[in-house]
């Protein structure tokens, strides 16, 4: 690209997953720049200069996933044993509709279904594994390209077993301490820790006495939480757990922390006695 010997470019657009045989889209073109209509499914572009000599090495590049919004339908997700049985309504009659799953990028199948029946079986699905089902819409259902044809019908995720989370949230840490007060604040648990939908947290504390809160149930996207109530010139550690449908993980702790006997603002006095002489 910054040599003026450049007479073009070469780029490969190829869907992920692809089960066709064919070569991916070979496209040619002069300018450093290319408009493409793609789906919702992940794609590997690669791109090669050449001249009268020949052809670059390719740069390559992964198109990441895109915002899971404004899709036209929804899909709908039932287990049986290890197998999975999807459905969805389709809004209009297509030529077939494209199934692909898996877990991530580099574990993608394809399927293409030709009926208008709007449910598909998938196989052999792993415990506790997060899978990622996204439905197509197509009026080209051979294998020579979907490119431009295929629509995303709709997208969903889902556990075939659910485990209870493998950890608690990471770095928690105690700020704003007051004698009666403190703020918490964590790092969410990693999704592949979830080992299914996290549901929320639980947290409590527990003084240097051994005296246990009652745990407070918060929403999964909640990441801090302000304890108060809490007693003057005390050490207390807070507890917290994450949870799924199948149960609670284990907990994480923090480090200890003490409240101060008196208030920041809070004006101390002092007594002077005067004796008279």
């Known amino acids: 690209a910054q040599s ?11 869907r992920i997953p692809n ?8 496209i040619s073109l002069k300018e450093r720049k290319i408009l493409v209509n793609l789906s919702m499914t992940y794609y590997r572009v690669c791109i090669s200069a050449y001249n009268e000599a020949g052809e670059s090495p390719k740069a390559i590049y992964i198109v990441p996933e ?13 287990r049986q044993g290890t197998n999975a049985v999807v459905t969805w309504t389709p809004e209009y009659n297509p030529k077939c509709f494209v199934v692909d799953w ?4 580099e574990d993608m199948h394809m399927k293409i279904i030709t009926t208008a029946t709007g449910n598909f079986t998938l196989e052999n699905f792993q415990p506790y594994k ?9 009026d080209v259902c051979q294998c020579e390209s979907f490119i431009g044809h295929e629509k995303t019908f709709g997208v969903t995720q889902f556990y075939s077993i659910e485990g209870v989370p493998r950890t608690g ?3 928690v840490t105690i700020l704003n301490i007051t004698k009666h007060s403190a703020l918490v604040k964590w790092t969410e648990i990693a999704a592949e820790d979830c080992l299914g939908f996290l549901q929320g947290y639980r947290i409590s504390y527990i003084d240097s ?3 246990n809160s009652p745990a407070v149930t918060l929403n999964s996207s909640i990441t801090s939480y302000h304890l108060t109530g809490l007693k003057e ?25 003490s409240t101060p006997k008196y208030g920041t603002m809070e004006p101390l006095c002092i007594c002077i006695t005067q004796h008279e002489s």
């Open 4 to 14: 003026e010997n450049v007479l073009g470019y070469f780029v490969n657009v190829e």
């Open 19 to 26: 089960s066709c045989s064919h070569q991916p889209n070979h």
């Open 66 to 78: 895109l915002s899971i919004t404004d899709l036209p339908g929804q899909i709908h997700v039932k």
């Open 102 to 105: 898996g877990t991530g990028k």
């Open 130 to 138: 997060l899978y990622k089902i996204v439905v197509h819409a197509s």
């Open 169 to 171: 949230p990471t770095n």
């Open 209 to 211: 006495s051994g005296k």
């Open 233 to 257: 010139k005390t050490t207390y550690r807070v507890q917290i757990s994450g949870f799924t449908n199948a149960g609670e993980g284990p907990l994480t702790l923090s480090q200890p922390f």
